[in-house]
């Protein structure tokens, strides 16, 4: 990471103004849903030839989120394609005119979400380096310049154990200095084995590790809420609602936990406000502690805190000072908008409240639709709204009261016209995004100059002698090969966690944690380090666990992962009974090794029917593994009437018998499916099959090969399944996947896997 | 920890319920042709329902009887004005505080009232998290008598989601209440609970003390028949002599494709009595899209009786009721219709229950809102046929899509209102179909369907033909069902905003009661001059001169 972060930051504040005009993150140019933008029409209309349209331009670019505006370019993220040309893109398109620039697709597989949840999250933009990042529906994060190059790129579901259920609920990266920064709900290895919702952050420029956060409390649920930055009490701090429900604020340089607020018994996934020390968010389901109450807006003094300890289990945190909140109010998936002193909240059921922003009394309330989803933004005094349920409404937000001045309602295409959105304010235009098209709304001759926007509050700067107060290990994630090196860096930061500059610490090999339930942990890393460079053993074929660094009294550790190179095979006798191979990725507390016939085989769990415990693929290679055959054992068992779903992945495609529909199948992306090939094939529990799959690339296809046998038996000649992808899925990670069926506890259909080998593809 | 939708996730539930007041006039409906071998007088005589005949003043199940037709047809002059605003109240009889959602209810009978709701706000301070709660409360005070408590289901969203309570609304048979648990179980409890100290039937609840609920039996849905419900188990008990029929809620997984128990039935018919099955059907099979959150109703056509059940891949069906052969089956959907999460998907299932009023079946078709609003369709069923009575076959092979079709010589639509609007309706709409996905219940009453959508429209429709008569603008979502007492239609939406109409032909501007506190997300019901209300934290009873006031509730 380069040096001085707190500089660069403050550059990056200073030089927003040579920028006006952008709209780079999704809740504009302050955080706020306010744009500076002036002479901003009123209404429009799609009526071709209509002179008075405040139309000026439309182009069919669907999507669910913002739109973003950066240097004469709108990017947005969306779905496009049907069937088994269904993919995600990222778009770039001229602001004046619309016109496509340029557009990116990917596939999508190996989650739940379905079709019309694609892309439920924002772009975020850079103006220093004109970076464009996306948190894209398969766990694809990824790092474009504006000409649309990749500059980096990370799988997090195969790496990090990213999940997300079918709804598709994600949070949107933020951008803050040197860092883009994530919060996801994630299980993994070794530290984060445990599901919970975590906070990623990245170097903007190479897409390493920083630092990652477990916020430390019990996961509920996914969720939406794209963090905000602000200055709260002399501290740079990142502020955030969580899967957990509760409202987090950490220091953005460093992921320390600053405080900490239980507000929501479900997840909080609109977005805070900030503006000095005080934050406002709120909820959209039941609150905390509530007695029963549903929804909240809330307010807090984020530099007042007061040390909070829960008597059950001993965990201490600190919370900030409650300044007022209204229950009753669901706040969603709407994020609020703050202006004059004055709070703007949608609740879900299309009613937008305004309250006094110091107090909390309600000014006014406004039913302007039916279902909120997309949020308000306010411009030239007016405020500027979507309903799901195809509708886009201009309100005049009074003293007292508040004006509806138009309603537009999107038709023309069947059904219901989703608007899960909300428009970006630029240069006098209004980019408005629906489930079909892009619209660019604004005046012709447009001149008005903006607003000025307020100088965000200046951080002090770090006094570069202080003590440190935390150490980082850069890069903190580090994935290698057996005998593979890294150079690792100790980053020191002042106690509010401003950047001092680089240390020579003290190197270890420490005992990676204990998992829960376990009694014994597994071994450290083999291997060595000196000054920073780590070597791994080289005949460890796969191996996991943590390095340390100490300096100065304080600890740092970076986790890694030692994946094993091609050809690999596994039996698992060198897995103690009880453990899981070291280093896959979503293994732990999935899958247990255990003896089954004198051998050694890994057993899918049958303890919890939680769909992310009973449903999951544990990964056991790199993403970027292409040209390469796995083959596996696997059996299932059954419960009742129950028989599971098992099979093997290569590149993000599954070879699987299904227990319900006795069919061998080759699917990807099976919430959609995209690609689906059954054959009806009957199985028994208690057998074990042999499975093989392959996939080879031909002619910007791919042809996937499967075949499924009783072990034992010669193997067939020919292939059991066979399909054409003309959207090819050309790498990824190697894998097992193990869908164990049942609703009751301790009853689900085990599954049995052993003899895995994944061999790279003859020439 | 699949969301939602997940959104906003719930979902789901829908349910229902409602409530009505029993009394539909149907007399013939009960009288000797019921299915039991020894009928005991049925869910149905007019101005009472068949098992409660010491309490003739009461709304006994979703629908009031087995028609499930949302009217009223023995109480006058309900309230019409009231208030519940704190230091306002005005014609408030009582208020009893529920947890912070209720679907299930209200139902009234034996002198108490029953809703289905959650934990969140504890009865009991030694029960405490997610539950599904059964409370029972003082139909004169509104005190809180009993609750029947359930545990989630470990499995979580995909088969209970969080905070939803109970979604059935309970049946009610003397001293007896029939419902389905949030984990799938079929129950039959004592409306007394364990007030009286006597633990009658089976003995192994687990909560035992004077507020909670003896049960009498429980039938498993999941354990014994293997079904995986979606989201939430949510079916209002039908029962007809001894013969409880039920949706069992069966549908997908968390992933939303894969129908993890195709075999296990949909449709199921239990002894009243003991809890055991009498019958099954597994008829909607592979094709099941979603869920199964809508409820059997009971008929006696001309030729024949029957009971009616909606199912999972959109498709009606009639099963004679002791044998459960199939009689009948009707797709509600075009044969061009496409399943798709979200607005713009054509083909549905349904939330609303049929109804069966003047010799005809009436239902609208819908979704999930959390799928959002999108084109829905309303129709009007003869009963009397034979096979498939649908009113298009199709002609081409399996798989061919769209499939080539032709009129059904054995349709037995009557009529059908939905789809797409001609061009004068789009733009008065502000949409391009008519009726939109509804999870409503239709009133229906002197000629006329009051039925509303999801999208906030009320509509009156011409029973004999399908006509639009006129329709409303609720500006609001709806997920309960009109009720129509003495001429006057009631219903609530999800800007906590009651409408009161005047039943008729011509439309005419509706009364608007600001409930406020929240969405009124299931129905009312007027029993003895009293309109019981439900908005998700509280049981209103609102009475014409009453003077109560909102407490510390």
């Given at each position: 990471m380069r040096n001085a972060l707190g500089l660069a930051l403050a550059f990056l504040w200073l030089t927003s103004d040579a920028h006006a005009g952008d709209w780079r993150t999704w809740r504009g140019p302050q955080y706020n849903g306010v744009a500076p933008d002036r002479d901003l029409p009123s209404k429009f209309s799609e009526k071709p030839g209509d002179p008075n349209s405040n139309l000026l331009w439309k182009v069919p670019y669907g999507c669910r989120s913002t739109p973003i505006v950066m240097d004469g370019r709108v990017f947005m993220i969306g779905d496009v394609g049907e069937g088994v040309n269904e993919q995600e893109r990222v778009v770039c398109l001229d602001a004046d005119t619309g016109k496509l620039i340029w557009e990116k697709r990917f596939n999508i597989w190996l989650v739940d979400i379905v079709s019309s949840r694609v892309g439920w999250t924002s772009l975020a933009g850079d103006a220093e380096t004109g970076y464009i990042y996306a948190h894209g529906t398969q766990g694809l994060f990824t790092c474009f310049d504006k000409n649309g190059k990749i500059i980096w790129q990370r799988s997090l579901i195969e790496e990090n154990g990213r999940i997300c259920g079918y709804g598709g609920r994600l949070a949107s990266p933020v951008i803050d200095g040197d860092l883009v920064i994530l919060g996801i709900v994630n299980a993994n290895f070794g530290d984060q084995a445990r599901g919970a919702n975590r906070f990623l952050a990245v170097d903007k420029r190479t897409g390493k590790t920083v630092w990652w956060t477990d916020t430390g409390f019990q996961v509920n649920d996914t969720y939406q809420c794209t963090p905000v930055v602000g200055v709260i009490g002399g501290q740079r701090l990142l502020v955030s609602g969580g899967g957990d429900g509760w409202v987090h604020a950490m220091k953005v340089r460093t992921g320390e936990m600053v405080w900490s607020y239980h507000l929501a018994e479900k997840a909080v996934n609109c977005s805070p406000v900030i503006d000095g020390d005080i934050v406002w968010i709120g909820n959209g389901e039941e609150n905390f502690g509530?007695?029963?109450?549903q929804g909240a807006v809330i307010c807090f003094n984020g530099a007042s805190l007061t040390e909070k300890k829960d008597p059950k289990t001993g965990k201490t945190w600190m919370e900030p000072k409650v300044l007022w909140r209204v229950d009753d109010v669901k706040v969603m998936f709407a994020s609020p908008v703050l202006k004059d002193g004055r709070l703007y909240v949608a609740e879900e059921t299309g009613k937008l409240f305004c309250f006094d922003a110091k107090n909390g009394t309600e000014l006014w309330n406004q039913q302007y639709g039916r279902a909120a989803r997309g949020s308000p933004v306010w411009a030239d005094g007016k405020i500027y709204i979507t309903d799901v349920n195809a509708r886009f409404v201009v309100l005049q937000p009074g003293d007292t009261d508040c004006k509806k001045l138009y309603t537009h309602i999107f038709r023309g295409t069947g059904g219901t016209v989703e608007v899960n959105g909300t428009p970006a304010i630029a240069n006098g235009r209004i980019y408005l995004p629906t489930a079909d098209n892009l619209y660019c709304i604004g005046k012709k001759d447009h001149s008005a100059e903006p607003d000025k926007i307020p100088a965000p509050v200046k951080e002090p700067a770090a006094d570069k002698d202080a003590k440190p107060a935390k150490l980082l290990v850069y890069p903190l994630d580090v994935v290698l090969h057996p005998g593979g090196t890294e150079k690792l860096e100790v980053h020191s930061y002042d106690d509010h966690g401003r950047f001092l500059g680089k240390v020579e610490a003290e190197w270890s090999l420490p005992a990676p944690p204990i998992p829960p339930m376990a009694k014994v942990g597994p071994p450290p890393l083999k291997g060595t380090v000196e000054k920073g460079l780590l070597t791994v053993d080289s005949k460890l074929v796969r191996q996991m666990g943590p390095v340390e660094a100490s300096f100065g009294g304080l600890k740092a550790r970076a986790r890694v992962r030692v994946v094993p190179t091609l050809p690999y095979t596994e039996d698992f006798e060198k897995v103690p009974v009880g453990a899981v191979p070291g280093g896959w990725v979503n293994c732990a507390g999935k899958f247990v090794v255990e003896e089954k016939g004198g051998s050694k085989v890994l057993r899918k769990t049958t303890a919890n029917p939680n769909p992310l415990l009973a449903q999951v693929y544990s990964y056991m290679g790199l993403p970027s593994y292409s040209d390469y055959t796995i083959e596996a054992d696997v059996m299932g068992g059954r419960v009742g009437d129950n028989l599971p779903d098992m099979g093997v992945v290569a590149n993000r495609y599954t070879l699987q018998l299904d227990g319900a529909s006795q069919t061998v199948r080759i699917v990807t992306w099976d919430a959609v499916p995209r690609l689906d090939k059954q054959i009806p094939f009957k199985w028994k529990e208690d057998q074990w099959f042999r499975f093989k799959l392959t996939v080879e690339l031909k002619d910007d296809k791919a042809i996937i090969k499967g075949k499924v046998w009783p072990k034992g038996t010669p193997e067939p000649e020919k292939w059991t399944v066979e399909v054409e992808d003309p959207k090819p899925n050309t790498e990824g990670a190697p894998a097992l996947y193990g869908n164990a069926i049942g609703a009751i506890v301790n009853q689900l259909t085990p599954i049995w896997f052993d003899n895995i080998v994944v061999t790279p593809n003859k020439k | 920890m699949a969301s939602s939708a997940n959104l906003r996730p719930l979902f789901a539930a829908l349910m229902t319920a409602v409530v009505g007041l029993a009394v539909v006039g149907l007399p013939y409906l009960l009288q000797s042709k019921t299915p039991s071998a020894a009928p005991t007088a049925v869910a149905a005589e007019p101005g009472k329902s068949a098992t409660t005949s010491a309490q003739p003043h009461a709304w006994t199940m979703f629908g009031g009887d087995a028609t499930r037709n949302m009217v009223n047809l023995v109480e006058k002059n309900p309230p019409t004005d009231w208030s519940v605003k704190k230091g306002k109240e005005k014609n408030l009889k009582w208020v009893a505080r529920l947890g912070s959602r209720a679907y299930g209810g209200p139902i009234v009978a034996d002198g108490k009232v029953f809703v289905g709701t959650n934990n969140d706000a504890p009865r009991n301070p030694e029960i405490v998290g997610d539950k599904g709660n059964l409370m029972c409360f003082d139909q004169a005070t509104g005190k809180f008598l009993w609750q029947a408590v359930h545990d989630k289901l470990e499995a979580g969203r995909v088969n209970d989601w969080p905070k939803e309570g109970i979604c059935s609304t309970p049946t009610v048979e003397g001293k007896l209440l029939y419902y389905v648990s949030n984990r799938g179980e079929v129950v039959c409890a004592r409306t007394d609970g364990l007030t009286d100290g006597k633990n009658e039937g089976?003995?192994?609840?687990k909560y035992k003390g004077p507020t909670s609920a003896d049960f009498i039996w429980r039938y498993d849905m999941i354990n014994t028949l293997n079904v995986n419900p979606h989201n939430m188990s949510s079916c209002c008990p039908l029962i007809i002599g001894d013969l409880m029929y039920l949706t069992t809620s069966n549908g997908v997984d968390a992933g939303h494709l894969k129908l993890p128990s195709p075999e296990a039935p949909s449709f199921i018919c239990l002894n009243k009595k003991t809890g055991k099955l009498i019958w099954r059907s597994n008829a909607p099979g592979k094709n099941i899209m979603h869920g199964q959150w809508s409820n059997p109703c009971y008929i006696e056509s001309k030729e024949r009786a029957q009971v009616i059940f909606p199912g999972g891949d959109g498709w009606i069906r009639s099963f004679e009721p002791r044998s459960g052969e199939e009689l009948w089956r009707f797709d509600c959907n075009p044969k061009d219709s496409k399943y798709d999460l979200g607005g713009k998907g054509t083909r549905s299932d349904f939330i609303g229950t049929p109804v069966y009023a003047d010799g005809k079946i009436y239902i609208g078709t819908g979704q999930d809102?959390?799928?959002?609003e999108g084109v829905g369709h309303f129709w009007c069923i003869d009963p009397n046929g034979k096979g498939d009575v649908s009113p298009d076959v199709v002609t081409s092979a399996p798989g061919v899509f769209p499939p080539k079709t032709k009129p059904n010589p054995n349709s037995k639509a009557v009529w059908h209102y939905g789809g797409d609007a001609p061009k004068a309706d789009a733009d008065d709409l502000g949409r391009d179909y008519l009726i939109g996905r509804t999870m409503s219940t239709a009133a229906i009453k002197d000629g006329i369907v009051y039925i509303a959508d999801l999208g906030g429209y009320l509509f009156a429709l011409d029973a004999k033909t399908g006509k639009r008569l006129w329709w409303h603008d609720l500006e609001g979502q709806v997920w309960g069902s009109p009720l129509w007492v003495d001429g006057k239609v009631f219903i609530g939406n999800d800007a906590g905003v009651v409408h009161i109409f005047e039943a008729g032909r011509e439309k005419k501007e509706p009364k608007k009661i600001v409930v406020g506190g929240g969405a009124i997300r299931s129905n009312m019901t007027v029993v003895d001059g009293v309109l019981y209300l439900m908005s998700s934290q509280y049981l209103y009873a609102i009475e014409t001169g009453a003077k109560g006031t909102i407490g510390k509730e």
């Amino acid at each position: 990471m380069r040096n001085a972060l707190g500089l660069a930051l403050a550059f990056l504040w200073l030089t927003s103004d040579a920028h006006a005009g952008d709209w780079r993150t999704w809740r504009g140019p302050q955080y706020n849903g306010v744009a500076p933008d002036r002479d901003l029409p009123s209404k429009f209309s799609e009526k071709p030839g209509d002179p008075n349209s405040n139309l000026l331009w439309k182009v069919p670019y669907g999507c669910r989120s913002t739109p973003i505006v950066m240097d004469g370019r709108v990017f947005m993220i969306g779905d496009v394609g049907e069937g088994v040309n269904e993919q995600e893109r990222v778009v770039c398109l001229d602001a004046d005119t619309g016109k496509l620039i340029w557009e990116k697709r990917f596939n999508i597989w190996l989650v739940d979400i379905v079709s019309s949840r694609v892309g439920w999250t924002s772009l975020a933009g850079d103006a220093e380096t004109g970076y464009i990042y996306a948190h894209g529906t398969q766990g694809l994060f990824t790092c474009f310049d504006k000409n649309g190059k990749i500059i980096w790129q990370r799988s997090l579901i195969e790496e990090n154990g990213r999940i997300c259920g079918y709804g598709g609920r994600l949070a949107s990266p933020v951008i803050d200095g040197d860092l883009v920064i994530l919060g996801i709900v994630n299980a993994n290895f070794g530290d984060q084995a445990r599901g919970a919702n975590r906070f990623l952050a990245v170097d903007k420029r190479t897409g390493k590790t920083v630092w990652w956060t477990d916020t430390g409390f019990q996961v509920n649920d996914t969720y939406q809420c794209t963090p905000v930055v602000g200055v709260i009490g002399g501290q740079r701090l990142l502020v955030s609602g969580g899967g957990d429900g509760w409202v987090h604020a950490m220091k953005v340089r460093t992921g320390e936990m600053v405080w900490s607020y239980h507000l929501a018994e479900k997840a909080v996934n609109c977005s805070p406000v900030i503006d000095g020390d005080i934050v406002w968010i709120g909820n959209g389901e039941e609150n905390f502690g509530g007695n029963g109450s549903q929804g909240a807006v809330i307010c807090f003094n984020g530099a007042s805190l007061t040390e909070k300890k829960d008597p059950k289990t001993g965990k201490t945190w600190m919370e900030p000072k409650v300044l007022w909140r209204v229950d009753d109010v669901k706040v969603m998936f709407a994020s609020p908008v703050l202006k004059d002193g004055r709070l703007y909240v949608a609740e879900e059921t299309g009613k937008l409240f305004c309250f006094d922003a110091k107090n909390g009394t309600e000014l006014w309330n406004q039913q302007y639709g039916r279902a909120a989803r997309g949020s308000p933004v306010w411009a030239d005094g007016k405020i500027y709204i979507t309903d799901v349920n195809a509708r886009f409404v201009v309100l005049q937000p009074g003293d007292t009261d508040c004006k509806k001045l138009y309603t537009h309602i999107f038709r023309g295409t069947g059904g219901t016209v989703e608007v899960n959105g909300t428009p970006a304010i630029a240069n006098g235009r209004i980019y408005l995004p629906t489930a079909d098209n892009l619209y660019c709304i604004g005046k012709k001759d447009h001149s008005a100059e903006p607003d000025k926007i307020p100088a965000p509050v200046k951080e002090p700067a770090a006094d570069k002698d202080a003590k440190p107060a935390k150490l980082l290990v850069y890069p903190l994630d580090v994935v290698l090969h057996p005998g593979g090196t890294e150079k690792l860096e100790v980053h020191s930061y002042d106690d509010h966690g401003r950047f001092l500059g680089k240390v020579e610490a003290e190197w270890s090999l420490p005992a990676p944690p204990i998992p829960p339930m376990a009694k014994v942990g597994p071994p450290p890393l083999k291997g060595t380090v000196e000054k920073g460079l780590l070597t791994v053993d080289s005949k460890l074929v796969r191996q996991m666990g943590p390095v340390e660094a100490s300096f100065g009294g304080l600890k740092a550790r970076a986790r890694v992962r030692v994946v094993p190179t091609l050809p690999y095979t596994e039996d698992f006798e060198k897995v103690p009974v009880g453990a899981v191979p070291g280093g896959w990725v979503n293994c732990a507390g999935k899958f247990v090794v255990e003896e089954k016939g004198g051998s050694k085989v890994l057993r899918k769990t049958t303890a919890n029917p939680n769909p992310l415990l009973a449903q999951v693929y544990s990964y056991m290679g790199l993403p970027s593994y292409s040209d390469y055959t796995i083959e596996a054992d696997v059996m299932g068992g059954r419960v009742g009437d129950n028989l599971p779903d098992m099979g093997v992945v290569a590149n993000r495609y599954t070879l699987q018998l299904d227990g319900a529909s006795q069919t061998v199948r080759i699917v990807t992306w099976d919430a959609v499916p995209r690609l689906d090939k059954q054959i009806p094939f009957k199985w028994k529990e208690d057998q074990w099959f042999r499975f093989k799959l392959t996939v080879e690339l031909k002619d910007d296809k791919a042809i996937i090969k499967g075949k499924v046998w009783p072990k034992g038996t010669p193997e067939p000649e020919k292939w059991t399944v066979e399909v054409e992808d003309p959207k090819p899925n050309t790498e990824g990670a190697p894998a097992l996947y193990g869908n164990a069926i049942g609703a009751i506890v301790n009853q689900l259909t085990p599954i049995w896997f052993d003899n895995i080998v994944v061999t790279p593809n003859k020439k | 920890m699949a969301s939602s939708a997940n959104l906003r996730p719930l979902f789901a539930a829908l349910m229902t319920a409602v409530v009505g007041l029993a009394v539909v006039g149907l007399p013939y409906l009960l009288q000797s042709k019921t299915p039991s071998a020894a009928p005991t007088a049925v869910a149905a005589e007019p101005g009472k329902s068949a098992t409660t005949s010491a309490q003739p003043h009461a709304w006994t199940m979703f629908g009031g009887d087995a028609t499930r037709n949302m009217v009223n047809l023995v109480e006058k002059n309900p309230p019409t004005d009231w208030s519940v605003k704190k230091g306002k109240e005005k014609n408030l009889k009582w208020v009893a505080r529920l947890g912070s959602r209720a679907y299930g209810g209200p139902i009234v009978a034996d002198g108490k009232v029953f809703v289905g709701t959650n934990n969140d706000a504890p009865r009991n301070p030694e029960i405490v998290g997610d539950k599904g709660n059964l409370m029972c409360f003082d139909q004169a005070t509104g005190k809180f008598l009993w609750q029947a408590v359930h545990d989630k289901l470990e499995a979580g969203r995909v088969n209970d989601w969080p905070k939803e309570g109970i979604c059935s609304t309970p049946t009610v048979e003397g001293k007896l209440l029939y419902y389905v648990s949030n984990r799938g179980e079929v129950v039959c409890a004592r409306t007394d609970g364990l007030t009286d100290g006597k633990n009658e039937g089976e003995t192994t609840e687990k909560y035992k003390g004077p507020t909670s609920a003896d049960f009498i039996w429980r039938y498993d849905m999941i354990n014994t028949l293997n079904v995986n419900p979606h989201n939430m188990s949510s079916c209002c008990p039908l029962i007809i002599g001894d013969l409880m029929y039920l949706t069992t809620s069966n549908g997908v997984d968390a992933g939303h494709l894969k129908l993890p128990s195709p075999e296990a039935p949909s449709f199921i018919c239990l002894n009243k009595k003991t809890g055991k099955l009498i019958w099954r059907s597994n008829a909607p099979g592979k094709n099941i899209m979603h869920g199964q959150w809508s409820n059997p109703c009971y008929i006696e056509s001309k030729e024949r009786a029957q009971v009616i059940f909606p199912g999972g891949d959109g498709w009606i069906r009639s099963f004679e009721p002791r044998s459960g052969e199939e009689l009948w089956r009707f797709d509600c959907n075009p044969k061009d219709s496409k399943y798709d999460l979200g607005g713009k998907g054509t083909r549905s299932d349904f939330i609303g229950t049929p109804v069966y009023a003047d010799g005809k079946i009436y239902i609208g078709t819908g979704q999930d809102p959390e799928h959002n609003e999108g084109v829905g369709h309303f129709w009007c069923i003869d009963p009397n046929g034979k096979g498939d009575v649908s009113p298009d076959v199709v002609t081409s092979a399996p798989g061919v899509f769209p499939p080539k079709t032709k009129p059904n010589p054995n349709s037995k639509a009557v009529w059908h209102y939905g789809g797409d609007a001609p061009k004068a309706d789009a733009d008065d709409l502000g949409r391009d179909y008519l009726i939109g996905r509804t999870m409503s219940t239709a009133a229906i009453k002197d000629g006329i369907v009051y039925i509303a959508d999801l999208g906030g429209y009320l509509f009156a429709l011409d029973a004999k033909t399908g006509k639009r008569l006129w329709w409303h603008d609720l500006e609001g979502q709806v997920w309960g069902s009109p009720l129509w007492v003495d001429g006057k239609v009631f219903i609530g939406n999800d800007a906590g905003v009651v409408h009161i109409f005047e039943a008729g032909r011509e439309k005419k501007e509706p009364k608007k009661i600001v409930v406020g506190g929240g969405a009124i997300r299931s129905n009312m019901t007027v029993v003895d001059g009293v309109l019981y209300l439900m908005s998700s934290q509280y049981l209103y009873a609102i009475e014409t001169g009453a003077k109560g006031t909102i407490g510390k509730e």
